[in-house]
């Protein structure tokens, strides 16, 4: 802690015959925290051996130097190059971590918000964390949007929020009961017979509107505020097979 704060001081510190910058002595003392820990978790193991010895015969046989981590060797250009990588990756965090806090703020249409799905945040995480107040969509604004995907999922799925409220842990997106809460993202559709909405359970429905489903087209007779955990077949009070 001392070298720290003399090099944070003076912008560089002396180790023996060699000088090194704040930044390259903390690339150095960070290795030399894994050194540490592997050091010791190794002479923790060595003891162990010994304790389970029912002999000095046994005692002796033990190779004091297996298991040990390799000597720290490297030279300012390793620690340079090891720098300026964290500092990129530090500063493309950053970067993401912006855009996260601001991509809600650009009202994009659905289709160039799925092109940049990867900067909305994530349900329950920052940006998106639990307790936060989000708003529900107004004229031509869109909802505050987020990603999520269950264990079962390889990929996230773009919810968007139709209800004013607070994310709350037990309000799951993709669930029966949070179907009047969220609503999935898609690709704009004009719901024309001939470019009908892809269907997929939990979307709410327009009236005048086709939507499509296992190839089957759809004309839906009645607006709903919410979607169901159903299937179009199985909603006939709300669309009709053409």
């Not at 264990?151 to 709350?168: A, H, N, P, R, W």
């Amino acid at each position: 802690m001392r070298l720290l704060e003399e090099a944070e001081h003076a912008g560089q510190i002396h180790l023996g015959n060699v000088t090194l910058s704040v930044g390259l002595f903390k690339v150095f003392a960070g290795k030399m925290s894994v050194y540490e820990r592997a050091l010791m978790e190794a002479i923790v193991t060595k003891y162990k051996e010994i304790e389970a010895c029912k002999s000095e015969e046994e005692v002796s046989k033990i190779d004091a130097t297996s298991g040990l981590p390799n000597m720290i060797r490297t030279t300012n250009e390793e620690l340079q190059a090891e720098l300026e990588e964290n500092e990129h990756n530090s500063a493309g965090i950053q970067a993401v971590s912006l855009a996260r806090s601001l991509v809600n703020d650009l009202s994009l249409p659905a289709n160039k918000a799925l092109e940049m799905q990867v900067l909305y945040p994530v349900w329950g995480k920052e940006g998106a964390e639990f307790g936060k107040e989000v708003k529900a969509g107004k004229d031509s604004d869109p909802g505050f949007r987020f990603n999520h995907k269950t264990e079962e999922e390889t990929s996230y799925t773009l919810y968007e929020v139709i209800q004013d409220g607070i994310l709350q842990e037990n309000w799951v997106p993709g669930t029966y009961e949070t179907y009047s809460i969220y609503k999935v993202v898609d690709i704009d559709h004009s719901g024309t017979e001939e470019d009908p909405i892809p269907y997929r359970q939990g979307m709410a429905f327009e009236e005048g509107k086709y939507y499509i489903q296992y190839g089957v087209t759809y004309l839906c007779i009645l607006t709903t505020a919410n979607g169901y955990p159903n299937d179009l077949a199985e909603l006939n009070t709300i669309v009709q097979p053409i």
